[in-house]
């Protein structure tokens, strides 16, 4: 991730807007962000609440249950709004926005400018319009097919501390599945070097699995 303070390069990427003649009303400190393919845009453990724009390129959109499940909420694209939902209501600790490709973001500082933003009729307009398109689109949301190995996975990458699962009784509840239905994907997944058995029970995801999201994880064993 790269954030770009350049003046003239963010008044190009306002001009070219979708939106700019509401962005070019409001007093806000602008700035760009890009980000490499894979890099997550939005996920529930950034402290920092932003809202962007997508300006070039294009982001998934998907929600991780507790049994690790993924759920594609939206695909985004060019004058795509994130954050629009966090200046209503408190985060999801559940959605996560990802890269699909390179990606370049008109982004500012939501705490910082929110009594701006809602005392602006033209842009509390453009956050009705997202906010009705997306929820249209959860309604017809469907669960992505996923074998019980990729749901260890992804339980894994998003729901434990530091990618490591604890206690395979208690794991294999939220997974709704048996222990020793858990124990056998475990060791098939440790044999193909996805994950590294710590001690008893205790199994951590390597770098090929995929990178830990979470500072605090819930619901990963004892």
């Known amino acids: ?6 003046k003239k390069k963010i008044s190009a990427c306002i001009a070219k807007s979708k939106y700019h003649s509401v962005l070019d009303t409001m007093d806000i400190d602008f700035y760009l962000i890009k980000y490499e393919k894979g890099e997550f845009v ?17 982001i998934n959109i998907y929600l991780i249950r507790d049994d690790g499940t993924r759920y ?14 966090d200046i209503f209501y408190p985060r999801s600790g559940d959605v996560y926005a990802e890269a699909a490709e390179s ?21 509390l307009a453009l956050i009705c319009n997202s906010l009705s398109s997306k929820i249209g689109t959860m309604t017809t949301m469907d669960a992505v097919p996923a074998s019980l190995s990729e749901r260890v996975i992804s ?15 208690q794991v294999a509840f939220q997974l709704h599945c048996s222990a020793r239905q858990l124990q056998r994907i475990l060791n098939q997944i440790e044999s193909a070097g996805l994950v590294q058995k710590m001690g008893k029970g205790v199994y951590k995801l390597s770098e090929t699995g995929g990178p830990s999201t979470t500072e605090n994880g819930k619901g990963c064993g004892k």
């Not at 991730?1 to 350049?6: A, C, G, L, P, V």
């Not at 939005?42 to 294009?58: K, M, T, Y």
């Open 103 to 123: 990606l370049t973001c008109i982004a500012f500082s939501i705490e910082q400018h929110k009594e701006t933003l809602l005392s602006n009729n033209g842009f």
């Open 72 to 85: 594609a909420l939206s695909n985004g694209t060019t004058d795509y709004f994130l954050g629009d939902m």
């Open 1 to 6: 991730m790269e954030r770009i303070f350049d």
């Open 42 to 58: 939005s996920s529930p453990f950034q402290n920092e609440l932003l809202f962007q724009i997508v300006e070039q390129g294009a």
């Open 155 to 169: 339980y894994m990458k998003y729901k434990c501390n530091h990618g490591t699962l604890k206690g395979i009784e």
